[in-house]
């Protein structure tokens, strides 16, 4: 039904196999830092208009990879879809954000909520199969979601917040609705997951955006006790081709030895983590190693090409040296940002990332010893 894989690093560095150079994507690596995403935007009206049309949708995910080597796409759609069809009303003002009409605050609202209606996420689905199919096999396609807790960050505050004031009150007050709506999120999220899969998605990535707000035992609690309610529900393969698992948790580098305990293949790092501590900690052989993502600066993006090829340097020379034994798994790096990519960033700085990743991870391996 789709045409056969012609560039397949992403998928095998995140199984662990050796490949010919470190494969690159970027977070949010369709967005407004593109012209071109402005000029379709503008056309859809609203960020919800762009999400829902299967051809925009299609369209702006393959605009970074007509002008970047990447060696990934990710579907072009928002963690807050989730919440919008549990029906709270999701909107993007310009220039300001998510919000949603009814947040969720209090017992009626928790009790209200249900793993809302595949269909109603149909305009997801459809646009996973029509990227699939206009990639034609150039690169594999990443399905994502949010976690639970970050999706019960947004359900709960109704929009982005600086303290997170109302979601902690309702955790530490009523732990019970917490768990509750996070039972409800995992399960809705897991559900979510194995539609995009079984549409076409050939990884899929799960957004824990806002776990490192939580203090440890919190964390331990409500972010990564559900974030393995919801791998525990995924499929692991689909047609006979393994579908690897992401995890990211921003400011989660503290508990690297919690989180790979994870029923999953791949963890996403930010740019406060050491990446050879963390390849010592999780990346090395043993039952539960798994690749690390990660993990630039993405205001290195701001400076100069000289000091981008710099800083990517020393991002691939922290991670150290690359696996490249064919016949056995070792220790792989997906390389990316420690976040998302600013809407400030000049093109042609992404340009020269992507460039820096291959040219020098290639000659890494070529390396004697
Ligand atoms: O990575 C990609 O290219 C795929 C698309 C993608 C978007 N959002 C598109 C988007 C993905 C993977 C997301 C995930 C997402 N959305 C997260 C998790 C990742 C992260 O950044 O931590 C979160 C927390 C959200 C919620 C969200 N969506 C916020 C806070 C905002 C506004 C922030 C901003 O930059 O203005 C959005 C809107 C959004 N989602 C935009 C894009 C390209 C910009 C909106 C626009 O075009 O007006």
């Not at 019960?152 to 732990?175: F, H, I, N, W």
């Not at 440890?216 to 689909?238: C, G, I, N, P």
């Not at 998302?340 to 291959?358: K, Y």
Request: aromatic fraction near 8%.
């Amino acid at each position: 039904m789709f045409a056969p894989l012609q560039n397949d690093t992403f998928l095998r560095a995140c199984l662990r196999q050796a490949t010919s150079h470190t494969p690159v994507w970027l977070m949010r690596q369709a967005g407004r830092y593109l012209p071109e995403y402005k000029a379709t935007r503008a056309k859809a009206g609203s960020f919800m208009g762009l999400a829902t049309n299967t051809d925009y949708a299609t369209e702006v995910t393959l605009q970074p990879l007509e002008r970047f080597a990447l060696d990934a796409a990710i579907l072009f759609s928002d963690i807050l879809t989730v919440p919008d069809a549990m029906g709270l009303g999701l909107s993007f003002q310009l220039g300001e954000g998510p919000k949603f009409a009814t947040p969720v605050r209090d017992e009626a609202a928790v009790n209200r909520l249900e793993v809302p209606d595949m269909a109603k996420l149909r305009y997801v689905f459809d646009a996973v199969t029509s990227i699939r199919k206009a990639l034609g096999g150039r690169v594999p396609l990443i399905g994502f979601s949010g976690s639970p807790w970050t999706l019960a960050c947004y359900m709960v505050e109704g929009a982005g917040s600086s303290d997170y004031r109302l979601v902690k009150t309702m955790l530490y007050q009523r732990p019970d609705l917490m768990h509750r709506m996070l039972a409800i999120n995992a399960d809705a999220v897991a559900l979510y997951l194995n539609t995009q899969i079984e549409a076409g998605a050939q990884a899929v990535m799960i957004f824990d955006s806002w776990g490192g707000v939580l203090a440890d035992a919190a964390f331990r609690t409500f972010s990564l006790a559900y974030t393995a309610r919801v791998l525990a529900q995924l499929k692991r393969e689909h047609g006979g081709v393994k579908i690897p698992r992401l995890v990211f948790t921003k400011g989660g580098g503290q508990w690297l030895e919690a989180m790979k305990q994870l029923d999953c293949e791949v963890l996403g790092l930010d740019w406060t983590v050491n990446l050879a501590k963390a390849r010592a900690l999780v990346g090395e052989n043993g039952p539960n190693a798994k690749a690390l993502q990660g993990n630039l600066d993405p205001n290195v993006l701001f400076a100069g090409p000289a000091q981008i090829e710099a800083e990517v340097a020393a991002v691939l020379g922290s991670f150290g040296a690359p696996h490249t034994d064919p016949t056995q798994a070792g220790p792989t790096q997906i390389f990316n940002l420690g976040h998302g990519i600013s809407q400030f960033t000049p093109p042609e700085s992404v340009e020269v990332l992507v460039n820096a990743v291959h040219a020098l991870s290639r000659s890494a391996r070529q390396q004697p010893g």
